[in-house]
């Protein structure tokens, strides 16, 4: 089993910068596929970026170009560099961990992961 610990959110101007960070314990991430997702209230959980063992990204259309994710397995960490930060992405936002024993939906699909962090809040104002 893993643990995820999101930290990094806060209010933000918007234009402004952001970066997430999630910190993983029980286990290595190596073999994990990863995830960042946010909720808005009212609304079901949204994928925004997604990074495979091998590397491979994905991003929603909202955040394309302006989001970056990333991970450090050294660190047994994930990031998501967040720029250009627009009003809409004021959210809750989580770590998610998949080491693929269950359901595979896609990298952006919260029933792909099964692990989540408590989540982070992000406010661009």
């Known amino acids: 089993h893993v643990q995820l610990v999101e930290s990094g959110g806060g209010s933000v101007q918007v234009g402004g910068s952001l970066t997430l960070s999630c910190v993983a314990s029980?286990?290595?991430?190596?073999?994990?596929?990863m995830g960042w997702f946010r909720q808005i209230p009212d609304r079901e959980r949204e994928g925004v970026a997604g990074?495979?063992?091998?590397?491979?990204?994905s991003y929603a259309d909202s955040v394309k170009g302006r989001f970056a994710i990333s991970r450090d397995n050294a660190k047994n960490t994930l990031y998501l560099q967040m720029n250009s930060l627009k009003p809409e992405d004021t959210g809750l936002y989580y770590c998610?961990?998949?080491?693929?024993?269950?359901?595979?939906?896609?990298?952006?699909?919260?029933?792909?992961?099964?692990?989540w962090g408590q989540g982070t809040q992000v406010t661009v104002s």
């Open positions: 998610a961990a998949d080491r693929g024993s269950g359901q595979w939906d896609g990298p952006l699909s919260p029933r792909t992961f099964n692990y």
């Open positions: 029980g286990d290595t991430i190596g073999r994990y596929c």
């Open positions: 990074i495979e063992s091998d590397g491979s990204t």
